[in-house]
């Protein structure tokens, strides 16, 4: 009997809290990936300020004229950390991608221990197959990155550049926009049921868990979205309800009060760090339920 939406993203949540250490292996990767990436720029800083007033005046407030003294004083430094910046975001890519066969293996066998001797070795099994799907998702996303933002926006462009009124200007742009937005969102959909197929059938190809997944995600549109939304517009509440309960105007006065207390700023920066590595792996954390409901909707129907 098919199974419902519903009841594929409630078996879903069930599956990602069976599924806590594979929630943090991926958090831990990729926690390491921005530490990394952020040492040269802490570095820099350390480096132009030392232990200056200044130093201490940037763990609580950040200065636009230092910034534009810094960029004068050191000429290309900020092109060089972007562009390190740019290159663990693209290695984030390929790494996410990876894990991803570790913890959609744990699904198979939820009931039993899951070590991560065996995290490690279904990221190993499945990761060749995995990084020729990531290249078939890429592919698709630069199609329709070209069609829709270069060609369809560019036409916009092209057919209103002589529009007085700048109204229906903005809402042909916005409509545009939320096309290519929702064209996006349909390529990580089909790309997530893929992954999920390549893991539960270790005889199909990237091609062809991807096509296979289109074709599913095209029969089963309502619910197949609903799965795949459910959870990860709850991510995206999170992030809210993070920014509503911390909002940074209270984070700044709150350290700007504490400046010179003794115990007081660190402890401050402690507990703000702390709030945004809970949010950040509460988000992974809903990232496995979207894929554990994924899986749980595709073995099912």
Known sequence: MPMHARAAIQEGFR????????????????????????????????????HSL??????YEFSRDWLVDFAF???????????????????????????????????????????LGDFFRNTSQHAWRLTRLMVVGLFCYWI???????????????W????????????????????????LAFVNLVT???????????SSGAVEAFLASLGFA??????????????????????????????WSLINASLVEAHGAGWLEPLTLAALFLGQQLTMLGRYWLRVATWASE???????
Do not use: C
């Not at 972007?82 to 959609?104: D, K, Q, R, T």
């Not at 991510?235 to 809210?240: I, P």
């Open 15 to 50: 599956l990602a809290r069976r599924s806590r250490s594979a929630v943090w292996v991926m958090f831990l990767a990729n926690l390491g990936l921005a530490a990394v990436a952020a040492l040269p720029i802490y570095r820099g800083i350390l480096n132009f300020t030392g």
């Open 54 to 59: 200044m130093s201490q005046s940037l763990a």
């Open 73 to 115: 004083d050191s000429p290309g430094s900020l092109e060089r950390y972007a562009a390190v910046v740019s290159l663990f975001g693209l290695l984030a890519i390929p790494v996410n991608s990876i894990l991803a066969g570790g913890v959609l293996a744990r699904f198979r066998t939820p009931e039993r221990d899951y070590s």
């Open 144 to 158: 329709v990155f070209l069609v829709l933002n270069r060609g369809l926006d560019g036409a916009v462009s092209r």
């Open 160 to 183: 209103t550049r002589d529009w007085l009124d700048d109204r229906p200007v903005f809402w042909f742009h916005l409509a545009a926009y939320l096309l290519l937005l929702h064209a």
């Open 192 to 202: 997530d049921y893929a992954r999920a197929r390549l893991v539960m059938d270790e």
């Open 218 to 247: 095209l029969g089963r549109w309502r619910k197949a979205l609903v799965v795949y939304a459910v959870p990860s517009l709850l991510g995206v509440a999170l992030l809210g309800l993070y920014r509503l309960l911390t909002p």
């Open 295 to 301: 899986w749980s909707f595709l073995r099912n129907n």
